[in-house]
């Protein structure tokens, strides 16, 4: 069995994202500064691909504009959805917050609905809203 890393790293060649390659490393800070900036983003809109129901909104913010960067990077490279492979990618990239979001449950809601997607298969679609 592969290290959690390795399938996500898999996970990001096999969505096409050659041209924003990142470099997942166990610090999330490392792994945020490799992707792209959001500056133009207001806040990101999820919902569940196949119920719809709304699965919360990340507004881009002091405390929640790292993890809006990374969800616009998963976004990007999935086709514009949270897929159970994005969710495995992006806690991959979260880190040591993964590790502490396993052991916290409703510490780190941007990393429990990655786990969700996980454990689910549910697949999240976006509505990024522009600054």
């Not at 719809?52 to 881009?60: M, Q, S």
């Not at 490279?77 to 590790?99: K, P, S, V, W």
Request: charged share 20%.
């Amino acid at each position: 069995r592969q290290p959690r890393s390795s399938r996500c790293h898999e996970s990001l060649q096999l969505a096409g994202c050659a041209n924003m390659a990142v470099s997942v490393g166990a610090v999330f800070k490392d792994n945020l500064n490799q992707l792209p900036e959001v500056d133009g983003i207001a806040r990101i809109v999820l919902k569940g691909k196949s119920s719809g129901e709304d699965a919360g909104t990340i507004e881009n913010k002091p405390g929640t504009g790292g993890s809006v960067r990374l969800y616009n990077y998963l976004l990007s490279c999935f086709g514009g959805e949270i897929t159970r492979q994005a969710a495995y990618m992006g806690c991959a990239l979260f880190a040591e917050h993964t590790e502490d979001a396993l052991k916290n449950p409703g510490n780190h809601g941007n990393i429990d609905r990655l786990l969700r997607v996980i454990s689910t298969g549910e697949a999240l679609v976006a509505t990024v809203e522009k600054a």
